[in-house]
């Protein structure tokens, strides 16, 4: 990785790399540990060393937070301490972050030598996802087999977003504390309390967007611990960068039904995702 920075020279660097399934980390923490933490020391090792980087952005998860279950959204100055394997290694990876920026890029009148922000995003869907043990690629796959879809926690109430939101969050994270480091810090990415669904509205949703007779039923099975109600506060990074959603969830899933059909019929998939990125731009 060291010789990829020294070949390319970035000045930008967004970390989004992970192993991002809550119920893989249960099969494998070894493997989840390793990727989420230590790939981000790895990549914060190589930003030190490489003097051509001016701003560095970590995104991690709105898992990072302990989870209360409280009815409100986590601010960015809650606890950290995820539950289980995948949601702690994101904890660990913030904690690694501060302590880099900390150690390594703040000079000793606690100025920002290098701007570094870490961005707790919350579940993203979008076309193009064919992931384990996520709901819209569960619900994607069963409406191209014709499937019923098999819902497990239909109960639990998760802040969904379309992909684009966060990538443009990121985008903007990256290009303002380039200019200016003050901006630097952790932010909260997710929508607003109003698309904040339980899992089985959400696939309602789907269902509805899909058509063809599509139905889902609730299969609620044993299974490892995972939270029931999870919510952001995001009043931050609206604030202090002018960031908010521009597609509700209802919009959002349309998105993931038109790329959906449209691969599943073989069509020129890069153009209706240009299509898309230019209707949110425009939106």
Known sequence: MQKVFEDFKPEIVLHLAAQPIVRDSYKDPVYTYATNVMG????????????????FLNVT???????????????ENEELDGYDPYSNSKSCSELVTHS?????????QGKYTLPISTARAGNVIGGGDFANDRIIPDCVRAAIAGEEILV??????????????????????????????TLA??????????????????????????????????????GPHE??????DCSKIKGVLGWKPRWNLSE??????EWSKAWHKGDEITVLMDKQIEEYINE
Do not use: M
């Open 100 to 108: 880099y920026r900390r150690s390594f890029f703040t000079d000793k």
């Open 252 to 257: 959002a899933i349309e998105k993931v039904v």
């Open 61 to 75: 998860t709105d898992k990072v937070y302990l989870n209360r279950e409280w009815p409100w959204g986590y601010r």
């Open 227 to 232: 939270a029931n109600f999870l919510k952001l």
């Open 185 to 222: 810090d952790a932010y909260n990415v997710g929508p607003d309390d109003v698309d904040c669904f339980q899992t089985g509205a959400l696939v309602d949703l789907f269902v509805n967007k899909w058509g063809e007779n599509l139905t889902w039923k609730n299969v609620c099975v044993e």
């Open 152 to 181: 497990r926690n239909p109960y639990s109430t998760r802040p969904y977003q379309h992909v684009l939101e966060p990538l443009f969050a990121y985008l903007i994270i990256a290009a303002r504390q380039y200019s200016d480091p």
């Open 40 to 55: 981000t020391v790895n990549v914060l090792e190589c930003v030190r060393h490489t003097p051509s980087v001016k701003s």
